[in-house]
């Protein structure tokens, strides 16, 4: 096989409206970067004015970086912390009381590498209640982190973690079970 590089360069992924969106969005983020690090309900404002659902109490950290707000949904009292990375090209869904620690990346986009053209992929993920995405941590493209489940620092999670599971390494591998009873604080 070989790779049709022009085609995947000249390749119009998003519709006239995305990067209209896309445009606006980056125009905005200044406003949303440039906040104290307490103004959790104006980043959530903004974040809502381009169609994110952002659930209540819910602390996104100033440095976060959301590629495409309207492919967001945030359930109550989760947080994402310094520096997460929400390449959300396909839709992105956290739980309620979810933590995603400093430094995270839940990337949400790929290319099918069996196409010479190398065609976008925007795939889901889903981040159950009570998950715990650790510092440094990496959730693939199609990835569902089940409820409770936890993505040890700096695992790379390809595949889907089952409910109240600790995964660790790269590829992330199940190491422990979490006890309901314990869990992150944001």
């Keep these: 096989m070989t790779l049709d590089i022009g085609a995947a360069r000249s390749a119009r ?17 200044p406003l949303f970067r440039f906040t104290p690090k307490p103004l959790f309900g104006w980043r959530n404002f903004m974040l809502r004015c381009f169609g994110a659902r952002i659930g209540r109490n819910v602390r ?8 495409i707000p309207w492919n967001l ?11 997460v990375l929400v390449y959300n ?7 309620a009381r979810a933590s995603v620690s400093h430094r995270a990346h839940l990337c949400g ?23 715990w995405i650790c510092a440094q941590a990496f959730v693939g493209p199609d990835v569902v982190v089940g409820n409770g489940a936890v993505v040890a620092a700096c695992a790379v999670a390809v595949r889907a973690v089952e409910d109240w599971t600790i995964v660790a390494g790269n590829p992330a591998r199940p190491i422990k079970t979490r006890s309901v009873h314990g869990g992150p604080t944001a």
């Design 89 to 95: 090209l396909g839709p992105i869904i956290i739980g």
């Design 109 to 131: 986009g790929s290319h099918d590498h069996e196409d010479p053209r190398l065609p976008l992929l925007r795939l889901p993920i889903r981040i159950g209640d009570d998950a």
């Design 73 to 83: 949904e945030v359930g109550d009292d989760a947080s994402l912390g310094d520096d």
């Design 60 to 67: 996104i950290h100033p440095s976060v970086r959301v590629v």
């Design 13 to 29: 992924p998003y519709s006239m409206r995305e990067y209209a969106g896309r445009i606006a969005w980056a125009l905005a983020t």
